[in-house]
Protein backbone atom coordinates (compact mmCIF):
# COMPACT_ATOMS: atom_id res chain seq x y z
CA UNK A 1 0.00 0.00 0.00
CA UNK A 2 3.26 2.46 0.95
CA UNK A 3 4.33 1.96 -2.41
CA UNK A 4 1.38 2.65 -4.20
CA UNK A 5 1.26 5.93 -2.22
CA UNK A 6 4.79 6.77 -2.99
CA UNK A 7 4.72 5.89 -6.63
CA UNK A 8 2.32 8.89 -7.08
CA UNK A 9 4.11 11.38 -4.83
CA UNK A 10 8.11 10.70 -5.86
CA UNK A 11 8.10 12.50 -8.66
CA UNK A 12 7.08 15.64 -7.08
CA UNK A 13 9.49 15.26 -4.31
CA UNK A 14 11.94 14.39 -7.36
CA UNK A 15 11.56 17.85 -8.14
CA UNK A 16 12.19 19.19 -4.64
CA UNK A 17 8.03 20.18 -4.86
CA UNK A 18 7.53 17.65 -1.47
CA UNK A 19 9.74 16.54 1.39
CA UNK A 20 8.15 12.94 1.70
CA UNK A 21 8.47 11.73 5.35
CA UNK A 22 7.30 8.51 6.09
CA UNK A 23 6.59 7.29 9.96
CA UNK A 24 6.53 3.92 10.25
CA UNK A 25 4.85 2.81 13.26
CA UNK A 26 5.51 -0.96 14.94
CA UNK A 27 5.02 -2.28 11.74
CA UNK A 28 6.13 -6.03 11.17
CA UNK A 29 5.37 -6.26 7.81
CA UNK A 30 7.78 -4.89 4.56
CA UNK A 31 6.27 -1.40 4.59
CA UNK A 32 10.00 0.20 5.83
CA UNK A 33 11.64 -2.12 3.15
CA UNK A 34 9.03 0.04 0.56
CA UNK A 35 9.60 3.01 1.32
CA UNK A 36 13.33 2.79 1.71
CA UNK A 37 13.55 1.35 -1.94
CA UNK A 38 12.09 4.58 -3.28
CA UNK A 39 15.42 6.58 -2.29
CA UNK A 40 16.99 9.71 -0.69
CA UNK A 41 14.09 11.36 -1.67
CA UNK A 42 11.71 9.79 0.96
CA UNK A 43 13.06 9.79 4.78
CA UNK A 44 12.04 6.63 6.40
CA UNK A 45 11.51 6.37 10.38
CA UNK A 46 11.11 3.70 11.80
CA UNK A 47 9.27 3.92 15.21
CA UNK A 48 9.51 0.71 17.41
CA UNK A 49 6.32 0.73 18.85
CA UNK A 50 2.79 0.77 17.32
CA UNK A 51 1.81 4.16 18.69
CA UNK A 52 0.42 6.65 16.07
CA UNK A 53 1.18 9.52 18.51
CA UNK A 54 4.91 8.47 18.48
CA UNK A 55 5.08 8.49 14.89
CA UNK A 56 3.46 11.63 14.77
CA UNK A 57 5.81 12.74 17.15
CA UNK A 58 9.10 11.70 15.59
CA UNK A 59 7.68 13.05 12.06
CA UNK A 60 6.78 16.42 13.23
CA UNK A 61 10.50 16.94 14.68
CA UNK A 62 12.23 16.42 11.12
CA UNK A 63 9.40 18.21 9.00
CA UNK A 64 11.00 21.23 7.85
CA UNK A 65 8.08 23.18 5.81
CA UNK A 66 4.31 23.91 6.24
CA UNK A 67 1.81 23.18 5.12
CA UNK A 68 1.86 19.79 6.20
CA UNK A 69 -0.05 17.05 4.68
CA UNK A 70 -0.85 13.92 6.59
CA UNK A 71 -1.68 11.16 4.54
CA UNK A 72 -2.81 7.68 5.79
CA UNK A 73 -0.80 4.90 3.91
CA UNK A 74 -3.50 3.02 2.27
CA UNK A 75 -5.34 5.63 0.22
CA UNK A 76 -4.47 7.42 -3.19
CA UNK A 77 -3.33 11.05 -3.69
CA UNK A 78 -1.81 13.22 -6.26
CA UNK A 79 0.71 15.93 -6.67
CA UNK A 80 -2.48 17.87 -8.18
CA UNK A 81 -4.40 16.90 -4.91
CA UNK A 82 -1.70 18.29 -2.47
CA UNK A 83 -1.15 21.28 -4.49
CA UNK A 84 -4.81 21.83 -4.27
CA UNK A 85 -4.98 21.38 -0.46
CA UNK A 86 -1.88 23.83 -0.48
CA UNK A 87 -3.63 26.24 -2.32
CA UNK A 88 -7.02 26.56 -0.15
CA UNK A 89 -4.58 26.64 2.55
CA UNK A 90 -3.75 30.30 1.60
CA UNK A 91 -7.02 31.49 1.70
CA UNK A 92 -7.32 33.73 4.41
CA UNK A 93 -8.50 32.32 8.03
CA UNK A 94 -8.42 28.61 6.51
CA UNK A 95 -6.43 26.59 8.93
CA UNK A 96 -6.69 22.87 7.78
CA UNK A 97 -7.93 21.02 4.35
CA UNK A 98 -9.18 17.53 3.16
CA UNK A 99 -10.06 16.17 -0.38
CA UNK A 100 -13.33 15.24 -1.66
CA UNK A 101 -13.64 11.78 -0.96
CA UNK A 102 -13.40 8.91 -4.32
CA UNK A 103 -14.62 5.24 -3.40
CA UNK A 104 -13.37 2.10 -4.74
CA UNK A 105 -16.16 -0.16 -4.56
CA UNK A 106 -15.71 -2.08 -7.85
CA UNK A 107 -16.06 -5.96 -6.69
CA UNK A 108 -17.97 -5.22 -3.55
CA UNK A 109 -20.48 -7.51 -2.51
CA UNK A 110 -24.20 -5.49 -2.20
CA UNK A 111 -24.50 -5.38 1.38
CA UNK A 112 -20.91 -2.87 1.51
CA UNK A 113 -22.28 -1.10 -1.48
CA UNK A 114 -25.57 -0.52 0.38
CA UNK A 115 -23.90 0.49 3.54
CA UNK A 116 -21.94 3.27 1.95
CA UNK A 117 -24.70 4.61 -0.47
CA UNK A 118 -26.07 5.92 3.00
CA UNK A 119 -23.37 6.66 4.60
CA UNK A 120 -22.13 8.89 2.14
CA UNK A 121 -25.40 10.88 2.29
CA UNK A 122 -25.15 11.81 6.27
CA UNK A 123 -24.71 15.59 6.56
CA UNK A 124 -21.37 15.02 8.85
CA UNK A 125 -19.91 12.63 6.95
CA UNK A 126 -20.34 15.06 3.95
CA UNK A 127 -18.51 18.50 5.83
CA UNK A 128 -16.19 16.70 8.34
CA UNK A 129 -12.32 16.41 7.63
CA UNK A 130 -12.04 13.33 9.11
CA UNK A 131 -12.64 10.19 7.57
CA UNK A 132 -10.57 10.51 4.63
CA UNK A 133 -7.18 9.65 5.35
CA UNK A 134 -5.43 13.22 4.43
CA UNK A 135 -5.75 16.14 5.92
CA UNK A 136 -3.69 19.49 5.86
CA UNK A 137 -3.08 22.01 8.08
CA UNK A 138 -1.09 25.32 8.34
CA UNK A 139 1.54 26.11 10.96
CA UNK A 140 -1.60 27.87 13.34
CA UNK A 141 -3.42 24.82 12.43
CA UNK A 142 -0.82 22.27 13.85
CA UNK A 143 -0.32 24.53 16.91
CA UNK A 144 -4.19 24.09 17.82
CA UNK A 145 -4.02 20.39 16.70
CA UNK A 146 -0.43 19.73 18.90
CA UNK A 147 -3.23 20.52 22.47
CA UNK A 148 -4.94 17.44 21.69
CA UNK A 149 -4.83 14.44 24.18
CA UNK A 150 -3.89 11.00 22.39
CA UNK A 151 -6.57 9.53 20.74
CA UNK A 152 -7.13 7.00 18.55
CA UNK A 153 -9.88 9.37 16.66
CA UNK A 154 -7.35 11.96 15.95
CA UNK A 155 -8.08 12.98 12.56
CA UNK A 156 -11.75 13.27 13.71
CA UNK A 157 -10.73 15.28 16.88
CA UNK A 158 -8.87 17.51 14.63
CA UNK A 159 -11.54 18.09 12.55
CA UNK A 160 -13.73 19.26 15.11
CA UNK A 161 -11.15 21.59 16.46
CA UNK A 162 -11.87 23.84 13.36
CA UNK A 163 -14.79 26.04 12.73
CA UNK A 164 -16.83 25.50 9.43
CA UNK A 165 -15.18 28.87 8.68
CA UNK A 166 -11.13 27.43 9.32
CA UNK A 167 -11.59 24.06 7.56
CA UNK A 168 -12.17 23.63 3.86
CA UNK A 169 -13.07 19.88 1.81
CA UNK A 170 -11.52 21.12 -1.58
CA UNK A 171 -13.04 20.00 -4.41
CA UNK A 172 -10.41 19.95 -6.78
CA UNK A 173 -8.39 17.26 -4.86
CA UNK A 174 -9.45 13.95 -4.24
CA UNK A 175 -8.11 11.27 -1.83
CA UNK A 176 -9.17 7.12 -3.43
CA UNK A 177 -10.62 5.27 -0.49
CA UNK A 178 -10.42 1.31 -1.03
CA UNK A 179 -13.33 -0.09 0.88
CA UNK A 180 -13.77 -3.33 2.52
CA UNK A 181 -14.08 -6.15 0.14
CA UNK A 182 -16.26 -7.94 2.57
CA UNK A 183 -19.20 -8.02 4.91
CA UNK A 184 -17.03 -8.80 7.93
CA UNK A 185 -14.13 -6.33 6.83
CA UNK A 186 -16.60 -3.56 6.91
CA UNK A 187 -18.23 -4.70 10.62
CA UNK A 188 -14.63 -4.79 11.88
CA UNK A 189 -13.79 -1.25 10.64
CA UNK A 190 -17.48 0.06 11.67
CA UNK A 191 -16.51 -1.91 15.59
CA UNK A 192 -13.35 0.53 15.33
CA UNK A 193 -15.11 3.53 14.39
CA UNK A 194 -17.72 3.24 17.25
CA UNK A 195 -15.03 2.57 20.07
CA UNK A 196 -12.58 5.26 18.64
CA UNK A 197 -15.66 7.90 19.32
CA UNK A 198 -16.82 6.71 22.49
CA UNK A 199 -12.86 7.65 24.05
CA UNK A 200 -13.16 10.91 22.06
CA UNK A 201 -16.39 11.44 23.92
CA UNK A 202 -14.80 10.10 27.41
CA UNK A 203 -11.17 11.98 27.22
CA UNK A 204 -10.65 14.95 28.84
CA UNK A 205 -9.61 18.32 26.79
CA UNK A 206 -11.15 16.11 23.54
CA UNK A 207 -13.27 18.57 21.84
CA UNK A 208 -16.94 17.76 21.44
CA UNK A 209 -18.09 14.83 19.40
CA UNK A 210 -20.41 15.35 16.33
CA UNK A 211 -20.01 12.17 14.57
CA UNK A 212 -22.84 9.82 15.89
CA UNK A 213 -25.15 9.15 13.54
CA UNK A 214 -28.95 11.00 14.02
CA UNK A 215 -32.38 8.49 13.43
CA UNK A 216 -33.27 12.22 12.30
CA UNK A 217 -30.54 12.16 9.56
CA UNK A 218 -31.89 8.61 8.43
CA UNK A 219 -35.01 9.78 8.46
CA UNK A 220 -34.55 13.18 5.80
CA UNK A 221 -32.14 10.50 3.63
CA UNK A 222 -35.38 8.48 3.60
CA UNK A 223 -37.81 11.05 2.77
CA UNK A 224 -35.37 12.89 0.19
CA UNK A 225 -34.90 8.96 -1.89
CA UNK A 226 -37.57 6.33 -0.42
CA UNK A 227 -36.01 4.00 -2.71
CA UNK A 228 -33.00 4.10 -0.14
CA UNK A 229 -35.06 3.00 2.72
CA UNK A 230 -33.94 -0.92 2.65
CA UNK A 231 -30.57 0.33 2.18
CA UNK A 232 -30.78 2.63 5.44
CA UNK A 233 -32.42 -0.42 7.27
CA UNK A 234 -29.12 -2.22 6.59
CA UNK A 235 -27.26 0.30 7.95
CA UNK A 236 -28.83 0.70 11.35
CA UNK A 237 -28.55 -3.14 11.31
CA UNK A 238 -24.35 -2.67 10.84
CA UNK A 239 -24.41 0.26 13.37
CA UNK A 240 -25.87 -1.55 16.06
CA UNK A 241 -24.10 -4.49 15.51
CA UNK A 242 -20.73 -2.40 15.47
CA UNK A 243 -22.10 -0.68 18.69
CA UNK A 244 -22.64 -3.83 20.16
CA UNK A 245 -19.36 -4.92 19.65
CA UNK A 246 -17.53 -1.78 20.53
CA UNK A 247 -19.11 -1.58 23.90
CA UNK A 248 -17.12 -4.52 24.89
CA UNK A 249 -13.63 -2.49 24.05
CA UNK A 250 -14.78 0.39 26.21
CA UNK A 251 -15.92 -1.64 28.84
CA UNK A 252 -11.83 -3.06 28.89
CA UNK A 253 -10.43 0.47 28.09
CA UNK A 254 -9.60 -1.15 25.13
CA UNK A 255 -8.75 1.94 22.24
CA UNK A 256 -5.13 0.57 21.05
CA UNK A 257 -6.55 -2.85 19.13
CA UNK A 258 -6.07 -1.95 15.60
CA UNK A 259 -8.94 -3.92 13.79
CA UNK A 260 -7.94 -3.20 10.45
CA UNK A 261 -9.61 -4.42 7.47
CA UNK A 262 -7.68 -6.87 5.41
CA UNK A 263 -9.45 -7.44 2.71
CA UNK A 264 -9.37 -3.93 0.98
CA UNK A 265 -5.21 -4.10 1.25
CA UNK A 266 -4.90 -7.15 -1.28
CA UNK A 267 -6.31 -5.84 -4.41
CA UNK A 268 -4.28 -6.35 -7.51
CA UNK A 269 -7.21 -6.57 -10.20
CA UNK A 270 -7.50 -2.42 -11.90
CA UNK A 271 -10.04 -0.19 -10.36
CA UNK A 272 -12.52 1.39 -10.81
CA UNK A 273 -13.83 4.40 -8.26
CA UNK A 274 -17.23 6.13 -7.85
CA UNK A 275 -17.79 9.23 -5.81
CA UNK A 276 -18.40 8.50 -2.20
CA UNK A 277 -16.56 8.09 0.87
CA UNK A 278 -15.17 6.14 3.42
CA UNK A 279 -12.81 6.59 6.34
CA UNK A 280 -9.23 5.87 4.72
CA UNK A 281 -7.58 3.20 7.93
CA UNK A 282 -3.72 3.47 7.78
CA UNK A 283 -0.99 5.10 9.30
CA UNK A 284 0.55 8.35 8.52
CA UNK A 285 2.63 8.38 5.61
CA UNK A 286 3.20 11.32 3.35
CA UNK A 287 3.58 14.67 4.25
CA UNK A 288 4.56 18.19 2.33
Same mark, same amino acid.
Given at each position: ?9 ? @? ?13 ? %? ?20 ? +?? !? ?15 ? *? =? $? ?8 ? *? &? ?10 ? +? ?29 ? *??? &?? #? ?29 ? /????? @? &? ?5 ? %? ?9 ? $????? =? ?9 ? &? ?5 ? !? +? ?17 ? *? ?12 ? /? ?8 ? $??? #? ?5 ? =? ?6 ? %?? @?????? %? ?12
Amino acid at each position: MIGRLLSQLK @PAAAADEFNLIVAAN %GCTDNTVAVARSFGTRVLVLSI +PV !ASKQAALTAAQSVAPDF *P =R $VYVDADVEVR *P &QDVRALAAALRE +PGVLAAAPARVLNLAGRPWPVRWYYDVWTRL *PEV &QC #GLWGRGVIAVTSPGQERIDGLPPLAADDLAA /SLLFT @P &QERRVVP %GARVVIHTPRT $VTGLL =RCRVRSATVIA &QLEGAEQ !A +PASAARTRLSDLVAIVRAE *PRLAPRVGLFLVMA /SLARTRARRA $VAR #GDYSTWL =RDESSRHD %GR @PRDVTA %GGRPGEGRPSGWR
